[in-house]
């Protein structure tokens, strides 16, 4: 480690509130599917600020709106009408069967939105009294209280509780379960159909669907979490296009303004019911700066078929991996995933081979210790993905 390095450390353990562990790199630029840190040495993005940066770092693009907007219009707040904001919702909308938006500030805000309309459609819509969420094993919702109760996780929500009521959990796959778990007061079931943080885990279609069945079937509401799957990376729009779903509502964050802390809750006219002037609202939601930024974006990934892209690429680096777990048997126990979201699970704690990847120049996270996870740029080259395999494959061969 340098010395520009230790002193930034050193700073932080004096400035910083000890909620996060770190990687030992300080990134100090990016660009593209590269960053630099603060002693110049280049990286591989593979990771993209965890599925954020759809487009890469400082796209050309983006940067001139960003420019543009910010000598015209930052911020009035939502008791302003503003065009930025319609503007995006015409073209995130036109990516799906939604035809409502509300707009925050992150993913768990998105699914805290989607949660709340739930409940409040149930009541005031229906008339039932409906206000539990039913979301499955191994998902990630989130950090608010609201979101942490959806998700579940002991490890997560130790020393945060009591969290409130509302929430149920079945494991993922198992339809049998969810239907015994659906009661009177269910209100939605809630599902990642590439669930992420669990370790880049898709979700059979069969099940999938047979969730959003049981839903009609029980005059429920089915929400998709599209935080960290959304906007392009599993090959369609959305990872639920996927499978032939048609959720009442999604929740959206991550790369919606690639990089501008922006999230968004998308659903039908019919779900959309459950807010009236009053019902929810946020400060920042959907600024005039963010707002044209993520309008930007989107038009990018459309016109750059950039969804597409994703699945093409993917499939050659699934295709590719699964070449090198048959060439070094007893080292990669499963490769998996959907477009540009890929889990490659190790057999042996992946800690050494993690850090040998960043000291090698390519940068991707450890997943529950065992699972390197790639979500990079959808606008990543071939030649970097196909770089990072050589090198992993050195790496399992003691090279
Ligand atoms: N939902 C999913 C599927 C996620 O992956 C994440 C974050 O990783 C969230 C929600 C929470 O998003 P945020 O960290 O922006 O609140």
Redesign the pocket.
Known sequence: MSEAFDAIVAQEENLLCRSYSRYPLAIARGKGSRLWDVDGKEYVDLLAG??VIGLGHCHDEVCQTLAAQSHKLWHVSNLFYQQEQLDLAKVLLSTTHHEKAFFCN??????EACIKLARRYMRTVKQRDAYEIITLGN??????LG?LAATGRDSLSNGFTPLPDGFAQVPAGDLDALRAAISPKTAAVLV?CV???GGVLPLPAAYLQGVEALCREKDILFLC?????GMGRTGKFWAFQNYGLTPDAI?V??SLANGL?M?AMLATSEAARGFVAGSHATTFGGSALVSAVACKTVEIILRDHLPERAAALGAHVLEAATALQQRLPGKIREVRGLGLMIGIELMEDGTRVWKELIQRGFICNLSHGVTLRLLPPLTIAQEDLDAFLQTLEDILQGR
Do not use: L, M, W
């Not at 992150?106 to 699914?111: F, I, K, L, M, P």
């Not at 998902?139 to 608010?144: K, Y």
């Not at 979490?225 to 799957?229: F, G, K, L, N, T």
């Open positions: 965890i599925a992150s993913g768990a805000e998105a699914n998902c990630f919702h989130g950090r608010t979101t990642e669930q992420g943080e979490d599209e935080v960290q799957a929740s964050a991550k802390p999230g």
